[in-house]
């Protein structure tokens, strides 16, 4: 099993530009979130998914955009980068049950 | 979901016990205590979790408190490598458990 795999694992976009981050699954998870975690700051829930066709808003969606067309797959649309959105992304699924949340190793993306 | 509290930092020797202390007073009677913990710039690692009883695994221990206000993870024997920042978290069991908060978490440091 492979786990929770996001790629790519680095990215600088220019201010405007837009992007995809992808995140997959193999483990028949449900749900499914994406985090943000900024420089000395815990992680922020962007947006979430608890099966496919099914998701909402976290704490800070702004900019950001989801699908959950199947159960193994979760991307994140940026729409037009902005400098304040550089940051350090985080996919992460679980199944229903209170288990816990298995994390992928993370997007690094810089906007300038 | 109920808010933690923990202390911003620790150390603790190689080879000794670490304990670390997590409150959380408000945690209502279908909130499970979750502890993950992250890796300098690698996504959180989920440790252990529990209700109301006390939990052992491989990696840990959690304690409870009778009156589930507070909570200790416990690392037996602590190395170099289980130098991390520890988030203590409080999931709902039911309709939300989507969702995680973190917080700012306790950054562990194991001395040599």
């Known amino acids: 099993n492979a786990g929770v795999t996001q790629t790519p694992k680095f990215q600088v976009l220019k201010t405007g530009q837009s992007m995809t981050l992808q995140c997959a699954q193999d483990m028949n998870h449900e749900y499914m979130s994406w985090y943000r975690q900024d420089p000395g700051m815990g992680l922020r829930l962007i947006h979430y998914s608890v099966g496919a066709g099914i998701t909402d808003q976290g704490e800070v969606p702004n900019g950001y955009n989801v699908s959950r067309s199947t159960t193994e797959d979760f991307p994140l649309r940026l729409l037009s980068a902005a400098p304040s959105q550089t940051s350090v992304y985080f996919c992460a699924s679980s199944d229903r049950e209170s288990g816990g949340y298995t994390f992928g190793s993370g997007t690094r993306l810089t906007v300038v | 979901d109920a808010k933690t509290t923990q202390p911003p930092s620790m150390d603790c020797a190689e080879g000794r016990a670490a304990n670390l202390p997590c409150n959380h007073s408000?945690?209502?009677?279908?909130?499970?205590v979750y502890w993950y913990r992250q890796i300098h710039s690698q996504g959180p690692q989920y440790i252990i979790h529990?209700?109301?009883n006390n939990e052992t695994n491989e990696m840990a221990s959690l304690i409870i408190t009778e009156d589930r206000k507070s909570s200790t993870l416990i690392l037996p024997h602590a190395t170099l490598r289980d130098t991390a920042v520890y988030y203590c978290?409080?999931?709902?069991?039911?309709?939300?458990?989507?969702?995680?908060?973190f917080g700012k978490g306790t950054l562990l440091t194991v001395n040599p």
């Open positions: 529990g209700l109301k």
């Open positions: 978290i409080v999931r709902n069991s039911g309709g939300s458990n989507y969702k995680l908060t």
């Open positions: 408000t945690i209502s009677g279908n909130e499970y």
